[in-house]
């Protein structure tokens, strides 16, 4: 009943974890049963090790969570010898994530990636706004089509691209990363936001600025979801604010294929699970298919109050 395609990619559900915040390896899968997660997405992943950024990494606010880890790993040395021979026994697809500085640091986490037979797809984080530079490839049309390029020469496995919300038009994005020949796109990063500590005259996270998350950037992220969909052919995978079947579905309307669940697993780390048991009893209730529902959403002026309306209401 949820099982959908992304692109080549056959998932059993469309709920998977969002980069970051369900570990770093599939140990992370003991929390949920396994039939009811489409893939396990995996935090990024560099060339070489990063202690990330300085304490305090994490902070909550009303509506969700800010963060500035600063792409925190042990480097692709260490995941080559120590995660990837576990990735091949996982119970669903993984999806492995590429960070990065430059195109060519994109390029070798690409081809080490395709070398790993665990990994189904590979996302690119080509949008972490915690590390320097970390946005440049996610905001600049000609530096995501480059780097999109390299990485699509180095693989034959799924790609998927994860775009910034930090950008005014992202259809201008989504559409090169489609021409440069993304199998997906994943929409969207955290949205940069800032706390303060006013007593202290000091930003609450160390780094200064971080990542918003959560269920405020939902409406954001529907709306990036939508105009995504409409700008490409590609399946979406939509991130941002889902805790619960109801968001799931109306990023489906809105037109993704898959939806990630990130910053909800920090409270329930068993949301995945639930989740999928309300998406199961809201689609019998409906008597809907996902299929049916993806993308279905009216044009915004279909559903506009005409002024005969006002003057009559029925
Ligand atoms: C603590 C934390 C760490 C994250 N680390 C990564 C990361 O390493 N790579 C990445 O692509 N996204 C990372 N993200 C972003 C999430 O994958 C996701 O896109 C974002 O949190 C929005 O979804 P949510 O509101 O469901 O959490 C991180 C998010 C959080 C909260």
Not at 12 to 36: E, I, K, Y
Not at 229 to 243: C, K, L, T
Request: proline residues 6%; neutral net charge; aromatic residues 4%.
């Amino acid at each position: 009943m949820l099982a959908v395609r992304v692109g080549s990619l056959h998932l059993n559900s469309p709920l998977l974890t969002a980069s970051g915040t369900f570990g770093h390896d599939p140990a992370a899968l003991a929390f949920m049963d396994p039939a009811d997660l489409g893939a396990l997405v995996l935090k990024t992943v560099t060339p070489e090790p990063r202690h990330g950024n300085a304490p305090p990494r994490m902070a909550e606010f009303t509506g969700g969570v800010l963060n500035s880890i600063g792409l925190e790993n042990k480097g692709l040395a260490y995941w080559r010898e120590t995660v990837a021979p576990q990735l091949e026994r996982a119970p669903v697809p993984v999806v492995a994530n590429a960070g990065g500085h430059s195109a060519e640091d994109f390029r070798r986490m690409t081809e080490a990636f395709d070398a790993m037979r665990g990994v189904a797809a590979i996302e690119l984080n080509l949008s972490c706004p915690n590390v320097s530079g970390g946005m440049q490839f996610s905001t600049d049309v000609a530096a995501l089509d480059e780097v999109v390029r390299a990485c699509r020469e180095s693989t034959r496995k799924p790609l998927w691209v994860k775009l910034s919300p930090n950008v005014t038009r992202i259809a201008l994005l989504a559409e090169a990363a489609e021409r440069a020949g993304a199998d997906a796109l994943t929409v969207s990063n955290t949205l940069i936001g800032m706390l303060v500590d006013w007593r202290r005259r000091r930003p609450v996270l160390g780094g200064g600025t971080g990542g918003m998350s959560g269920p405020a950037v939902k409406p954001l992220a529907l709306r990036l979801t939508w105009e995504c969909a409409q700008a490409v052919q590609i399946p979406i995978v939509a991130s941002g604010g889902a805790n619960c079947a109801e968001d799931v579905l109306e990023f489906t309307v809105a037109g993704a294929t898959a939806v990630q669940i990130g910053t909800a697993l920090f409270r329930r780390p068993d949301a995945i699970s639930v989740i999928a048991a309300e998406l199961r009893r809201l689609l019998a209730e409906e008597g809907a298919t996902l299929a049916e529902l993806r993308a279905s959403l009216a044009a915004p002026n279909s559903v506009s109050c005409a002024v005969s309306d006002v003057r009559n209401p029925r």
